[in-house]
């Protein structure tokens, strides 16, 4: 096991009815808020008339960048800047999903910083100081609710980059499982891809010794395992929402990968895509996964694949190593497709186009991977996938 | 799933080495040191010696509490609230396992309290402001490096009980697993024993749809049952030590228990054991969670008991739910006996004597149990443990 260093900041007020707590943590920063959201769902569902009572009754004042992209833009993130700026912000809330978490984030670091964004997107060592940010959360997926990471795109330059710092960690978030009923079936099925992916990404790692990590890896993905499916099919189904919901947060806090902190894979895949496509995170990752897998299945990695097909997917231990590992990827597959996640690229429209360039900057850092991968692997692997 | 709060703010550094954060910790705090240890290992280890040489070099003046006993007691925090007082105290560094570590919880809290420090252990509601706390972990076992739990024992009244407050987590945590390479080998077995408790206190529960949490409780205990023995045979493998070690930890933070939180039981019972004869705890819960397992195990409880057997010990899942149940709880107990733990209370010299008394005080609460238990139950419980 690798030392690390582990504390989550973040306040977490999970379940029914505990935006309760919404009042106090906002006040506790200021009156002046920016509220930060996307589409339209917050509306139709009533939670921002929830929020909107709320403010008025505690005397908030309200400010608002609505329209946060799915794959939030750097443009977007400098029109909350100079709102923040414009209106003397406090503090800011960000309801939705990583999207408006994500921009929030960067959003509350940039007031405090004399240059542009876009230069604390690149380098994240830069955030010396950020405004406190709250969160309710409406989708489970990214985890950003309890950890310090953020993604943002330059769309004019088909970058898709990540950003960290211990600031951007929210100082409440608000978990209410009903909040995500209303998720469409697509989005529950993206969503939970993007959890086990957070997993997967980390559980594939060489570390020595990583073993109680690896057993919460596998206690978390067999709760999305077990819970994808009947959200995806019953998306009142508070108990299924609730497993997801605090599964997601878990799966990126730390107790998954402090010990074991190796370079992600299929998220700098996946992100050029989204950069060069828009296409949902999620659904990429779950159309890249297994194509990685079958990629790097070799005779360094096969136990790894062994712990992943018998602790995870129940396959029997004594059959040949190279079976289990093949059975599993099978198996995670045949899952995705129980979601009606597309199972490749073509189906959402990505084409041979620019895959070489895509290639190319996906495997930067990619030579620190679990399995290492030069930008021929990755084009193998676009190209597999597609 | 219950409603919950979850935040961890310990800030936790784990590994080799990791003492060099001690100054900057410290040194956030003040310059006037309480020491609070209990026997000598801390001298013999060396340990002692290292953390003089950072006190002269950082300019710390300290001053010391030693021996803390393995139960502490109410009489050993009135003297460090003392020593606080009297050389104006700025922190707390507690050195050892959980007695040092819960000792100075309640210390940090009764220096900035009017009253009696005993005051604090039957109401932790009374705690309004407390010293901040630095702790150097030597022994894998209680969890208390990580939460906001005290245990104090009053042995004129036979009195051991628990008291929290969110003020008792320590600021900063070093956990090097090294420091528990000298821990005795019936000490590692004791303390493997009172992590695993602290896990199957929560996992025994009745909450519906408390999934992730099972699984991840799972994890932790396959964790133990596989490091336990490795660690017990052979104390320096750093591996072993720091899975207990983190295991230890996460077994108490919340992971396992926010969202189905339920009334222990065997710890209440195990307390009355060492409140009135001193044993080890991880020993006393070693030797009464059988007993207490085989007492419970009916038709309404059979179900977690196949869950128990299956996840936890591997055992085939299309047996008979009480043949399943019965062999985890045989499983469980050889497992004790292979780390040589007593598994009877008469060869820790209990007797017959204050049974009855130390039933009506443990079954104080247990109505709300996992199974309810009264205080017929627990006699009989503590009698099969004879």
């Not at 996307?38 to 939670?47: C, N």
């Not at 060069?276 to 136990?303: C, F, Q, R, S």
Request: proline share 4%; aromatic share 10%.
């Amino acid at each position: 096991m690798n030392n690390f260093a582990y504390q989550i900041p973040t306040e977490i007020y999970f379940g029914r009815g505990q935006i309760k707590h919404l009042e106090e943590s906002l006040l506790k920063f200021g009156h002046r808020v920016l509220l930060v959201y996307g589409g339209g769902s917050i509306k139709r569902t009533g939670l921002y008339q929830t929020i909107q009572t709320i403010f008025s009754q505690s005397g908030v004042e309200s400010f608002e960048l609505a329209g946060v992209e799915p794959n939030p833009r750097i443009d977007t993130v400098r029109k909350g800047v100079q709102l923040c700026r414009q209106n003397n912000v406090d503090v800011i809330l960000a309801v939705g999903g990583g999207s408006s978490i994500d921009c929030a984030k960067v959003i509350s670091a940039a007031v405090k910083y004399k240059g542009d964004a876009w230069d604390l997107v690149k380098n994240g060592n830069l955030i010396k100081e950020a405004l406190p940010l709250i969160v309710i959360l409406t989708i489970a997926a990214t985890g950003s609710e309890m950890d310090r990471f953020a993604v943002i795109s330059d769309m004019n330059t088909n970058d898709k980059l990540g950003t960290f710092s211990p600031l951007f960690y929210p100082k409440v978030s608000i978990l209410d499982p009903e909040y995500t009923f209303t998720v469409p079936k697509n989005q529950t099925a993206a969503g939970t891809a993007d959890i086990m992916s957070h997993i997967m990404e980390r559980y594939f790692h060489n570390i020595e010794g990583a073993y109680v990590q690896d057993r919460l890896s596998e206690g978390l993905l067999k709760t999305c395992i077990h819970y994808g499916p009947i959200a995806y099919h019953e998306p009142n189904n508070y108990e299924a929402r609730a497993n997801l919901m605090w599964a997601s947060s878990l799966a990126i806090d730390g107790i998954t990968w402090r010990g074991n902190d190796v370079v992600n894979s299929a998220h700098p895949m996946e992100h050029q895509l989204s950069a060069y496509h828009d296409i949902t995170h999620g659904v990429g990752l779950a159309i890249i996964t297994p194509h990685w897998m079958k990629h790097i299945l070799n005779e360094k990695t096969v136990g790894k694949f062994v712990d992943f097909g018998v602790n995870v997917w129940g396959i029997d231990s004594s059959l040949d190593p190279y079976e289990i590992a093949d059975s599993a990827i099978k198996k995670l597959e045949n899952f995705y497709a129980s979601l009606d996640i597309p199972s490749t690229l073509r189906e959402v429209g990505v084409t041979e186009e620019h895959l070489v360039t895509m290639a190319e900057k996906a495997s930067n850092g990619l030579e620190n991977a679990f399995y290492p991968l030069t930008s021929a692997d990755v084009l193998a692997i676009y190209k597999a996938s597609l």
